[in-house]
């Protein structure tokens, strides 16, 4: 379930130079305390106690570099080619990939389903979740049941 999610590194379905600026300024200091919430740690908090042998600084530079700022490789026949079920959530207020990109890769995925959150941002699926939940409930339930078949 991609969120904020994109494909390529620029063009239709990459994400706004906004975003690309942004992730080069991007250092794990900064990074620390994404997500943290009142119920939820941060992701930090929360990789070194999932981790075994963690190693912040290293993941934080090795997901910006070689995952955000790496170009895929991927084109629109490799997303159409996709069979899994796939849910694309998004929030309206999104900024690292715009709405149109999101319904143009959407598209391109054959079955795909698409949730845009109202008002929602980068962490709608966090901030809310009562109504992003049985979104993905539904979709979880409709892939168990297909599987069932």
């Not at 996709?82 to 995925?109: A, M, N, Q």
Request: proline share 6%; charged share 25%.
């Amino acid at each position: 379930m991609p969120t904020g999610a994109y494909f390529r590194q620029s063009g239709r379905g990459g994400p706004t130079p906004e975003a690309i600026d942004w992730l080069k300024t991007l250092t794990p200091e900064k990074a620390a305390n994404w997500g943290k919430t009142r119920e939820h740690g941060s992701a930090k908090e929360n990789y070194l106690a999932l981790n075994p042998e963690p190693d912040w600084d290293n993941f934080i530079t090795r997901l910006v570099n070689e995952l955000w700022l790496s170009d895929t490789g991927l084109n629109e026949d490799d997303l159409h080619n996709i069979k899994c079920p796939v849910l694309i959530s998004h929030g309206e207020e999104e900024r690292f990939i715009k709405l149109e990109d999101v319904i143009y890769t959407w598209r391109l995925i054959e079955n795909a389903d698409i949730y845009i959150a109202p008002n929602g941002d980068h962490y709608h699926h966090i901030g809310h979740i009562d109504t992003f939940g049985p979104v993905l409930l539904r979709f979880l339930k409709k892939v168990y049941d297909h599987q069932e078949r």
